[in-house]
């Protein structure tokens, strides 16, 4: 599942504006008070549709395309799933709101995860410490023997400073042999 790269590029399609004008928006204080629950997602859009100077008539097609931004990774998905049980996996998410329902609800996948930390919920975002020791208590793991994977090297970086290992998606097959690596 990807909130960056394919998400933008799905929105910034849908406005029919440039990927990296929408991409700076999203990566602005903006979508950080959504990701921390300050703000809500129909507030968010409505600022991003005043400053690109689109009409608030587009509102509702956020709310139609916020599934089809997300595309489940099918691969990592039966990787999960062929792990033993004693493995605990935890999700861990800058993310509103919006993604418990759509990981429970549209995705139906909340049944790979022993727990989910999304930042919303708890008010802090990665790569702030507290959030993966945070998710570490939830799941009742040691740091040292946890594996974090992210697609941004910050929040690796965040959970190797408590001392997690750390894994950065590049690609799915490289993801799922160092993570084999880790555990042999």
């Not at 933008?8 to 440039?18: D, K």
């Not at 008539?57 to 039966?78: G, Q, V, Y």
């Not at 935890?90 to 022993?114: M, Q, T, V």
């Amino acid at each position: 599942m990807s909130k960056y790269g394919l998400g933008h590029e799905y929105y910034a399609e849908l406005m029919g504006i440039p990927n990296d004008i929408l991409q700076s928006f999203f990566d602005g204080d903006m979508n950080r008070l959504v990701d921390l629950g300050e703000i809500s997602h129909e507030d968010f859009y409505r600022t991003l549709l005043k400053e690109l100077n689109l009409s608030e008539d587009m509102l509702p097609l956020f709310s139609e395309s916020f599934r089809k931004a997300f595309k489940l990774n099918l691969r990592i998905i039966e990787y999960i799933q062929s792990l033993p049980e004693s493995i605990k996996i935890g999700l861990l998410s800058n993310y509103s709101n919006r993604l418990r329902p759509l990981i429970e609800e549209d995705l139906e996948i909340a049944h790979l995860f022993d727990d989910m930390v999304i930042s919303c919920e708890v008010k802090l975002l990665k790569p702030d410490e507290k959030i993966y020791q945070t998710a570490l208590s939830r799941l009742n793991v040691e740091a040292e023997e946890a594996i974090f994977v992210d697609d941004r090297l910050e929040n690796i970086e965040g959970a190797q400073k408590v001392g997690m290992h750390g894994v950065l998606f590049t690609e799915t097959k490289q993801v799922i042999n160092e993570i084999n690596h880790l555990l042999s």
